[in-house]
């Protein structure tokens, strides 16, 4: 168990992420926010961005007005490209702080497939392989070994927590998978109206990025790691006119003649020591509205009218289990922390 307080530093507070962030911190035992960065909002309360933080925090200042020396952790909520060069500037003169990064900087593990999928060249590739890509649960005997923790995308957490351990099982056809993901609108951040000028947006479902929706590449990555095999499945993201909660709707083609209750039974030995991780009864109704707000995953897993098809659904806040809440959960691994600290 860790025993002192932990310095922690946020950039992009005024963020969806970061204001989430600050959120559960706040509520944290062991942490002490020793500053709040914001390029161009400097002299500002957070509180100005959000009224129901009410805890008296530091001012917010530009990242070059903050004193190193006694920070234990930063959290970078950046747009991507961003972190990799404040990371790259602080990682070896001061190698006792650690770092959790909420964007896609360290997620891909090839700078090549990195420029591919975000169209900018990797400025910190020596760290890469400093870093690891941590989903909490699969993770747990290794994080604490890396000082840069890369926090996953929300759409790839609801995907991967529900069909890795069916991957590693060879419990399911690996040609056979389509992911449908419908996700609150704050997924996009603050401005997405730039990135989703439709009209009617509060009102209407759009489908988007079918073939080219970042989080694949991640997907890609892990899911061949897990298997040592390419996985071919179909994913189609869309945004709904709700700010938060992510719905992953799973189809597959089961091996063995396995069935939904089949399946949830693994799902249920694999997590049965992570409280976070929430299998429901086989065949059971599922919605956003139970993990909103919460660090959650729940997964229920349905039988279809074919019995070699099975409808996997997997919820969770993509503030929460999807950002946030995620990265609280990893600094809890990494200081050895109770794991549920700040996130009841």
Known sequence: MYKKTINVVITGATGYVGLELIKYLTKHSKVKIVALCSENNSGKHISYFDKSIKKKLPKLVKINKVDWRSVDLLFTSLPNGRAQNIINKLFFLYPKMKFIDLSADFRLTDPKIFKKWYKINHKAKNL?????????????????????????????????????????????????ITIDSKSGYSGAGKFYKK??????????????????????????????????????????PH??????????????????????????????????????????????????????????????????????????????DNLGKGAAGQAIQNMNLIFSINESEGLK
Do not use: M, W
Not at 140 to 152: E, G, T
């Open 239 to 316: 945004i709904l006119p709700t700010f938060k909660g992510i719905l992953s709707s799973i189809y597959i083609r089961t091996k063995k003649n396995l069935n939904s209750k089949n399946l949830t039974k693994i799902l249920k030995k694999f997590y049965k020591k992570n409280n976070f991780i929430k299998i429901l009864p086989a065949n059971s109704q599922i919605g956003t509205n139970t993990v909103l707000n919460s660090n959650n995953c729940e997964i229920s897993i349905c039988q279809s009218r074919y019995s070699d098809k099975i409808t996997i659904f997997s919820a969770i």
């Open 195 to 236: 990135k989703f000028t439709y009209d009617n947006f509060y009102e209407t479902t759009y489908a988007y990025s079918v073939k080219e929706h970042r989080h694949i590449a991640e997907i890609d990555q892990e899911f061949k790691k897990y298997t040592n095999k390419t996985v071919n499945y179909t994913f189609n």
């Open 128 to 176: 890469i392989k400093k870093s690891i890509y941590a989903l909490s649960e699969l993770v747990k005997k290794d994080i604490k070994k890396y000082r840069i923790i890369s926090n996953p995308g929300c759409y790839a957490t609801s995907i991967q927590i529900p069909l890795i351990p069916l991957l590693k099982n060879k419990q399911i056809d690996l040609k056979n």
